[in-house]
């Protein structure tokens, strides 16, 4: 069974920096697009960045140039570097991996609260 688990996440300042990473775990996993999504209280479960195989990254309009999606070398690893952060980032942030004929996994989620 495939586990996909988050981690990173916490308290940061407007302004601030925080790394989220995430990894799959279980029988042999080659997934084929890795993405993270975050939901606010109150609010849908919205798209915050996506990377595919080929390394393409597509990112929700609210993130772009403050938040980088990145793979790490040959293993089930996807990473979200968050600059420049802001009150509104606030949110519990979701990984999910998907590979070919297989239903996606999700993590738990991890918590970031921006506050001053």
């Known amino acids: 069974q495939v586990q996909v688990a988050e981690s990173g996440g916490g308290l940061a300042q407007p302004g601030g920096s925080l790394r989220l990473s995430c990894a799959a775990s279980?029988?042999?996993?080659?997934?084929?697009?890795m993405a993270w999504y975050r939901q606010a209280p109150g609010k849908e479960r919205e798209l915050v960045a996506r990377?595919?195989?080929?390394?393409?990254?597509e990112y929700g309009d609210s993130v772009k140039g403050r938040f980088t999606i990145s793979r790490g070398n040959g293993d089930n690893t996807v990473y979200l570097q968050m600059s420049n952060l802001k009150l509104e980032d606030t949110a519990v942030y979701f990984c999910t991996m998907a590979a070919p004929g297989l239903p996606p996994r999700w993590g738990q989620g991890t918590q970031v609260t921006v506050t001053s």
């Open positions: 990377i595919i195989v080929s390394g393409h990254t």
């Open positions: 279980g029988r042999s996993f080659a997934p084929t697009v």
